[in-house]
């Protein structure tokens, strides 16, 4: 092959990593845009959308790519727990559920976003991404790379992003620099239909704004047995609660309390003697009513000893303290519209994996409900609907489907002892996960098959490549069934690994010494050259016929075009010894 095409081809193979980089880094850096329109069995199809919030459907092909982004970022070149990987397609959802709420949260409270906005800033970070990814390279190179970055903006994400932005900065301008002091009645969900809770407490709210007393609604209607009997009196909302108190210590009545984001949010944004609209918290519904308001006061800082009173400097502090604690007020305001939003959001489920997730969630509620009613269904009735959803999803596949969700299903069927469905659904998965085959063990040897339990532990203990803590449940499992012999191989096996792993400490924290012990040296290297030129150039200036000398050098060099004198330390000290540049950016202790 000739040298020419073998450039050829390495400048080909160039542009290929580079392609493959801009689509990973814009599907991180741009939002993923789970409203866009997608191929394949057709609009609102369950094979291409995943739910609808508030009639606005949600791609599950956007979803399956926050699921695998999440996937690759906890990786990072080691095995993920099969529990913890169950758990990603849920933080994909949560996720895209909490963009949706920020963004109706801003455009309930009049925050607006133009189409030439979210164009000029997609341009602004289009043009970024340009220069990051294509430094040293061509006019028509960085062209390719914007035209490919181009293709993946996400202006319905990008316009969430920026109306979440915008609400946060109008609400730290708006906010008031107090503390409220708050009452308040409690409407649970558990207890009734969530329509049924929500009406009662807009009718709560009416007669409140109408004039009545709230401590009296508190004491008929509040399910809040922490304040109903004391006028319904929470206690003081701030931006900034109190450090933990000491549990032993009598409660103050005048310091500020914690409460759910919601109930904070709603609280920060009343004035004496107002009445909240009724706030959706995970506790149900309440209506607030402020009864007193303080303005906030900074917490004085300790007096140095010796230092003088400075009455600007502590005005400007003060000042600067007040700004500071509207902004957290703006933020904490934001953060529980940002939560009763996801809260009062109506989501239908599309997909099978949602339908399930969906379903055990309402499981967990309603078997809090069937306690207090006395009426307490079989696990198996409970959670059936979650299982029959769980399993469609595991025979369609996607990105939530393989051996996580097998695993979480097979943990529902344990919980609804279904001991043989949990193994049949593993079975599918047989020998490709440590944690599958713990699990399959465990299962063999409660249906009585201690044969093939001892099988499968062996299977996880081939599996369990850099896993001690699976080798050390290994051993005590197998002695448990009578291998002695295979019990003391895992606990050297678990020996092994542990050693292993605190060898790859130890070299790891060497290593950081080194670098730091390198870094520092860089910096003494250049404090000293710095101060060797500034010596020099002091020397300079008080050498007789300095001035003159000085002039007719810049002379000769703006005349010649020479270069600077050798003897300028700042234009020729090397930048290698710039700490800036050396720091060991990952390893540096912090």
């Known amino acids: 092959m000739s040298l020419v095409r073998t450039r050829e081809n390495l400048h080909k193979m160039q542009w290929l990593l580079i392609g493959f980089f801009i689509i990973f880094a ?8 789970p409203f866009s329109a997608q191929s394949g069995n057709g609009p609102g199809s369950a094979a291409t959308t995943l739910a609808r919030i508030n009639g606005q459907e949600v791609a599950k092909s956007a979803f399956d790519q926050r699921v695998n982004q999440y996937r690759t970022f906890m990786a990072r070149g080691q095995a993920i ?9 849920q933080y994909a959802w949560d996720s895209i559920l909490s963009e949706y709420a920020q963004a109706a949260a801003a455009e309930a409270n009049g925050v607006k976003v133009s189409d030439s906005e979210v164009q000029a800033e997609a341009d602004r970070m289009i043009d970024q991404r340009v220069e990051e990814l294509g430094a040293g390279s061509t006019a028509a190179e960085k062209d390719e790379i914007r035209s490919q970055i181009s293709g993946m903006i996400d202006t319905d994400g990008q316009r969430r992003s920026m109306l979440s932005q915008r609400l946060r900065e109008k609400l730290g301008k708006d906010a008031r620099p107090v503390e409220v002091k708050v009452a308040h009645v409690l409407i649970k969900n558990d207890t009734r239909t969530p329509a049924q809770a929500e ?6 709210g009416r007669r409140a704004k109408a004039g009545e007393d709230i401590g009296r609604l508190a004491s008929q209607f509040s399910e809040d047995m922490g304040s109903k009997m004391s006028g319904g009196i929470a206690g003081w909302a701030g931006a900034i609660p109190p450090p933990p108190a000491d549990p032993k210590a009598k409660k103050n009545p005048d310091e500020v309390g914690s409460f759910v984001p919601e109930f904070t949010a709603a609280a920060l944004r009343l004035k004496r003697g107002e009445v909240s609209e009724p706030v959706l918290s995970t506790y149900g519904w309440h209506v607030l009513k402020v009864v007193d308001e303080r303005p906030y006061k900074p917490a004085p800082e300790k007096p140095v000893k010796g230092a003088k009173p400075d009455p600007k400097a502590d005005a400007k502090k003060a000042e600067q303290a007040l700004e500071d604690y509207k902004k957290q007020a703006g933020d904490k305001i934001a953060q529980g519209l940002f939560e009763e939003y996801k809260n009062r959001a109506k989501v239908e489920a599309v997909a099978p994996w949602l339908q399930g997730y969906l379903a055990e969630q309402d499981s967990s509620k309603n078997m809090m409900a069937s306690v207090k009613s006395g009426k307490i269904p079989s696990p198996g009735d409970r959670l059936q609907p979650a299982i029959k959803a769980y399993s469609a999803a595991l025979s369609q596949g996607g990105a939530e489907s393989g051996p996580p969700l097998a695993y979480k299903l097979a943990k529902l069927h344990q919980e609804a002892g279904q001991n043989q469905q949990a ?25 009585g098959k201690k044969t093939d339990a001892v099988a499968a532990y062996q299977s996880a203990g081939k599996l369990a490549y850099a896993n001690p803590s699976i080798h050390g449940q290994l051993a005590d499992k197998l002695k448990k069934l009578g291998r002695n012999d295979l019990a003391e191989a895992a606990r050297k096996e678990q020996a092994k690994q ?11 924290q060497q290593q950081q010494a080194m670098q730091m012990a390198e870094f520092e040296r860089k910096q003494k290297e250049q404090a000293a050259t710095d101060k060797a030129a500034k010596d020099k150039a002091a ?22 075009g020479s270069a600077p004198a050798a003897n300028a330390p700042a234009a020729n000290a090397p930048a290698s010894n710039a700490p800036a540049s050396n720091a060991p950016a990952a390893n540096a202790p912090k």
């Open 26 to 33: 814009a599907s991180i850096f741009f939002q993923l845009n």
């Open 81 to 89: 727990p099969m529990e913890q990987q169950a758990s990603l397609p």
């Open 199 to 204: 009406r009662m407490a807009r009718d709560i």
């Open 423 to 447: 193994l049949d659904t593993l079975n599918g998965y047989q020998g490709r996960d440590p944690d599958i085959e713990v699990m399959r063990g465990d299962l063999l040897e409660k249906l």
């Open 498 to 508: 542990l050693a292993q792993q605190a060898a790859d400490e130890k070299a790891r």
């Open 539 to 560: 020397k300079d200036k008080t050498a007789p016929g300095a001035s003159g000398a000085a002039g007719a050098s810049n002379t000769a060099t703006a005349t010649t």
